[in-house]
């Protein structure tokens, strides 16, 4: 299959489904019916599965102090879109009153072992399932619609992490109403944060030439992101198989690359590719390998050990590989709004 062909067929999807996603982004008002169903409420703190860190920690900044015990089932640093849960996951799972997972078909083994082992009045949540409806993923090279499974990634999306919060919220408050005012008090400070974040991107992109406003990259974690801040995602390098790319779409890349007049590709610091260097090094465009779409920065305890610290790295790194200037986005404090004191498996 010729890379270039599907690349621009991906292209114009994109284009369209962006279109298509922006409005619908923009018409979001909060759901009266998550579909994470009701619950029970329980007169003890409760016990919270999630699945990958960045949902783990949004979790965390809305549950803290609460006395919940938090626990991520998908290991940082590993492929979370191939991953299958242990068999000593299980316990984690039927352990706990809720499970928040991603949705958007990034999940499916472990939210199959979930329901095999949900106990009684334990609800599982899919906290993207619940913000955005099918006629609004977007599909595209790495996540093409035949394949079924939609780009997962709007944690990547501040007004969209925004909303899982506000799931989040909701759901919590619902299992245990004795805290609802401590997690609307720790919502409102994280989206107040999340707001911060989100205007610092605003003016951060704002200094990168227009022309230069592209995205190149291995893993294609920004689909959504890119249409919240009008960036134009020119093509993704991962086939959707998680396999390399064949020797001639490399070729075909690298004229694609070097027609686009991109200033830097991106690479993913889960997925270390060898053909995005070698792509760097055959076009003289700067190759940036250290892009993170579900693996916090630091340990476990660390201050940027977070989904804020996470995404400010991120777009930090994008802005300044772009041409553009930082600094509104690195004065930020992206400090959790309570201790996070979830359990992140490594
Ligand atoms: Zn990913």
Redesign the pocket.
Known sequence: MNFVRRSAVALVLLGTLSACANSAQQSVTPLQNDGCGAGSALERPLNIATTVAPITSIVANIAGGSGATITGIVPEGTN??TFEPKPSDAATLENADVIFINGLVLEEPTKDLALANLKDGAIICEVGSAILSPDQYIYDFSFPQEGGKPN??LWTNPPMAKQYAQVVRDVLSRLDPTHADLFAQNYAAFAEKIDALDAAMITATATIPEAQRKLLTY?D?YAYFSVHYGYTVIGAIQPSSFDEPTPKDIANLITQVRESGVTAIFGSE?FPSPVLEQIGAETGVRYVDVLR??DLLGEPGGAEHSWLGLMRFDYATMVEALGGDASALKTLDVSDVVKDTATYPQ
């Open positions: 979370s879109h997962p990634h893993h974690a889960v779409d579900d």
